[in-house]
């Protein structure tokens, strides 16, 4: 430490939207702060970036800070986007009406910062020499605010002026009369290029990217928004805090392939006219998921282009064809497309004629030499990781954050990373940040970081830092949720991809604020789970992962408990049976398959029984799988399990046959069991007829259907036959024992509850013949030559232990037994195809086993 070094409880470094409402926060709860600010005033990203054109692209009623109700009050937009001028104003207004500056100390970098692990403190080091020591360590310095260096060859031989929108000369610039070239098409370049052009003698703008735009029709507020802004603010506010994106909007519920074209592009046309940016993906609600879908934008988009730009040849190299829309950041623009039809403004296309080098007087391209006065660089930035590790930070250990993410960001919720106690990060990676109204985004860190250090005071503790398990699940939580969509397939910097070197990571949480929030709260409702809490008063390991499940399963039991629906085992067993079929009615079919059959054949005891066979599109014979649907041997049919039979018959390119085995309370125990050895002797007979491969006849099921399944194996072998060459389970139901610890873990949660196995077992089976391997598949004497298993459970579904025991179990006995326990899946959500994408991997493994088990030669 220096003699000038400053002690103080927070160092704030940044003093933008973020920096500005976290020294407020800390001020309201008595600490003591300083803010560290590069430049001489407020405003963050609003001070540097002054480029012509400069606006937000969120409406401004909805990017303004929401915790001064007064300045709600005080403080009105002129127009619907506001300039950069306004929106620096704004900042300004606040520092004054705060008197934030006087902690605030500007022209200061900070260039190092390094944890003490014996004193719980940082010492911060600046560009001034100032030293700072504090217990924590805000980064308060924005997503986009580290320009990219430029990595074009020759870029510092050009003698004439350079610009970069991101950092702006503060008395504007005057291109008249100038040959003005400019680098980019992103937002500050479709933002800044019509103004260009309105002054310059020649303009050209080299893209490398065409990107989505649409009209921003900017002017005064629209009466309907300001009113349901004025007629209750603090609602307003709540709503957007948790919505999607930090803007309160309808969700769509409708993918846009569910539409007719016309109704399709009366919508497409409502968004363009709304002019809203959050509008363009939001019109349906799989255009960022469904690849088919956006293609229906994309073609809108590309419609629109031609139809403003007049040369053809300039209107194709504007349609954007290599990205699908929305996985690079959209655009607001005003008049960008038109000024294409302007005589002096050319573009120049770099995929077909890529830039060779800049020159002393311009730009070379394979094809051109390009002489000009000035060139505008508005080539982005590296996002959300650059100004971070701008800064040499050193955590415990002598860790760098450098070295740590030197693969990519790992953080805890983007707002910690372990190893570095007490250093947060305002809307970092792993955060919804970029996605969403970053004022929205920026409040709800403030808040949760001030909540936190308020808490540790409270509680004699002095620092916190996640732990490396809650960490590593986040990332893959994050990580798993961006590839359920189609952002990971662009090459934007939301991936680091424009930064050359950068790892690829998708850098934001792409859940949603209202998701991410709700998130962010259970935490430290869980007493900071995830996070070991450090101080006078001891120190505390909350180990733990916030969201273990599969984040396409955790949004399908979000929906379910929206709905309300009341648990089956509270309804009657014609309501439940009921409830299924309309569960199967609303839900995606499963792919095609050659041919579906119904037929009927004999059970057990004089019982018919209807079959649906699912024939694969290929040329037969065909192995036979016989299949034997869930739910709970009381609800379902032949036809319930329909999507997943089509799964399997078209993956393991085998002949399904679906049994609707009788049912309870109809028919008790055993005539499932009974029906299922009499339904495989049956399809062994008629192989032929049915066009299958005598011989080749495997056993498939799940839940109480893979129970059925287990044990028609056990009994064909006890029986000298038919031959089963192979048994898949999923989820199967072994045995009667309903205390095992899957039991209690998942006791009330994902739809198959302990109450409602319950339900099942006592509409089956009497309590007396439960432990009757015909029930009880896992309590057979002998499981030696059985026939090989795959067997499939999720780790969220009670039955998961009696499912691992039957395959350890079979393994002992010798039997070859193919195992997976699907990590983050529940008991319904392997099934759900075409819903549940993470579980697809599951149904392929178990395709696989079948055709293992009928060899690679079956059909040959
Ligand atoms: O930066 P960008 P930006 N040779 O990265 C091109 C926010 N923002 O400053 O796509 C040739 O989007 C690059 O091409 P490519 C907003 O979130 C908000 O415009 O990499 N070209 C691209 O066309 C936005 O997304 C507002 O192939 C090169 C352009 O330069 C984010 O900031 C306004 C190149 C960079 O576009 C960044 O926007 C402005 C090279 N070597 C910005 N390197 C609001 O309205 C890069 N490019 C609130």
Same mark, same amino acid.
């Given at each position: 430490m220096t003699e000038s070094s400053t002690d103080v409880d927070v160092v704030i470094v940044g003093a933008g939207f973020a920096g500005m409402y976290e020294l407020v926060r800390m001020r309201r709860a008595g600490f003591s702060a300083v803010v560290l600010e590069t430049a001489d005033d407020v405003g963050g990203t609003w001070y540097w970036n002054r480029y012509p054109g400069a606006r937000c692209d969120i409406l401004s009623v909805d990017y303004s800070y929401s915790w001064d109700p007064e300045l709600q009050q005080e403080w009105t937009w002129s127009e619907r986007y506001a300039a950069q001028p306004e929106i620096l104003r704004y900042a300004q207004f606040v520092a004054d009406k705060h008197d934030l500056r006087r902690d605030i100390r500007f022209k200061t970098r900070v260039t190092s910062a390094q944890w003490n692990d014996e004193t719980h403190r940082w010492t911060i080091h600046t560009d001034t020499g100032d030293d700072l020591s504090c217990r924590y360590y805000i980064m308060a310095t924005g997503c986009l605010s580290m320009p990219k260096a430029p990595d074009i060859e020759g870029a510092d031989r050009f003698t004439g002026e350079v610009y970069f929108t991101s950092t702006w000369p503060h008395d504007g610039v005057d291109f008249t009369g100038r040959r003005v070239a400019v680098i980019g098409t992103g937002s500050s370049a479709i933002q800044s290029i019509p103004l260009i052009a309105a002054e310059a003698e020649q303009l050209t703008v080299f893209q490398r990217t065409p990107n989505f735009s649409i009209p921003a029709r900017n002017g005064a507020i629209s009466d309907e928004r300001m009113a349901a802004f004025r007629a209750d603010p603090d609602a307003y506010r709540e709503a957007a805090r948790w919505s999607g994106a930090g803007v309160p909007m309808d969700t769509p519920v409708e993918g846009a392939l569910m539409v007719s074209e016309e109704e399709r592009t009366a919508r497409y046309e409502a968004m363009w006219e709304r002019s809203e940016l959050l509008g363009i993906t939001g019109t349906f609600n799989d255009t960022m998921s469904n690849a088919e879908s956006n293609d229906t934008l994309r073609h809108f988009f590309h419609d629109k282009i031609r139809s403003i730009v007049g040369d053809p040849a300039t209107a194709e190299a504007l349609c954007p064809t290599n990205h699908y829309v929305g996985t690079k950041r959209a655009c607001l623009d005003t008049n960008y497309y038109e000024t294409y039809n302007l005589p002096h403004v050319r573009l120049v296309d770099l995929r077909t004629d890529p830039i060779s080098t800049i020159t002393e007087t311009g730009i070379d391209t394979t094809n051109e030499s390009f002489e000009f006065d000035a060139i505008v660089f508005a080539t982005g930035f590296d996002a959300m990781t650059g100004a971070i590790v701008s800064v040499d930070i050193t955590g415990r250990d002598g860790v760098t954050l450098k070295e740590k993410w030197s693969h990519g960001p790992v953080t805890y919720l983007g707002l910690m990373t372990a190893g570095f106690p007490n250093l947060f990060m305002i809307t970092g990676p792993g955060s919804p940040s970029v996605l969403s109204n970053m004022m929205v985004s920026i409040e709800q860190h403030v808040d949760w970081i001030a909540d936190t250090l308020d808490h540790l005071r409270k509680n004699d503790l002095d620092a916190i830092e996640p732990t490396e398990l809650a960490e590593t699940k986040w990332v893959e939580h994050s990580n798993a949720f961006a590839n359920l969509g189609l952002a990971v397939t662009a090459d934007s910097w939301y991936m680091g991809a424009n930064v050359p070197g950068k790892p690829r990571v998708f850098l934001p949480y792409p859940g949603g604020v209202g998701r991410y929030r709700v998130t962010c709260d259970e935490v430290v409702e869980r007493g900071y789970l995830g996070f070991t809490l450090d101080g006078p008063a001891g120190r505390t390991v909350n180990d733990g992962i916030i969201r273990p499940l599969a984040p396409d399963v955790q949004v399908m039991l979000e929906v379910m408990a929206e709905m309300g629906l009341p648990p089956i085992e509270s309804m009657s067993v014609d309501e439940a049976r009921t409830f299924m079929e309309m569960s199967g009615a609303m839900s995606p079919p499963g792919p095609e398959v050659g041919e579906v059959v119904d037929g009927m054949l004999p059970g057990a005891d004089g019982a018919e029984l209807e079959y649906r066979l699912y024939r694969p599109a290929s040329d037969g014979p065909h192995p036979i799988v016989a299949y034997f649907h869930g739910g709970g041997w009381v609800i379902g049919s032949h036809t319930s399990d329909d999507a997943v039979c089509r799964d399997l018959c078209a993956q393991s390119d085998a002949i399904f046959v679906s049994v609707n085995y009788r049912h309870a309370p109809?028919?008790?125990?055993?005539a499932a069991a009974d029906d299922g050895l009499a339904a495989v002797t049956w399809i062994a007979e008629h192989a032929e007829a049915l066009g299958g491969v005598p011989g080749q006849l495997a056993v498939a099921g799940w839940s109480a259907g893979a129970n059925v399944a287990a044990v028609t194996a056990q009994r064909a072998k006890l029986a000298g036959?038919?031959? @089963?060459?192979g048994q898949v389970l999923l989820n199967p139901v072994t045995d009667c024992d309903m205390n095992t610890g899957s039991y209690v873990d998942n006791a009330d949660g994902y739809i198959l509850t302990k109450g409602l196995m319950t339900w099942f077992w006592d509409h089956y089976c009497d309590p007396a013949d439960r432990a009757d391997p015909k029930a009880s598949p896992l309590r057979a004497d002998d499981l030696t030559d059985l026939p090989p298993a795959m067997i499939v459970t999720c780790e969220f579904d009670p039955l998961r232990d009696e499912g691992n025991a039957y395959a350890e179990a079979l393994t002992r006995a010798g039997v070859p037994v193919r195992h997976l326990q699907a990590e983050g899946q529940t008991h319904t959500s392997l099934g759900a195809v075409g819903v @549940?994408?993470?579980?697809?991997y599951a149904r392929a493994e178990m395709a696989d086993a079948l055709r293992n088990f009928f060899g690679a030669t079956v059909r040959t």
């Open positions: 109809e028919a008790r125990f055993p036959g038919p031959t @089963i060459v @549940i994408v993470t579980g697809a």
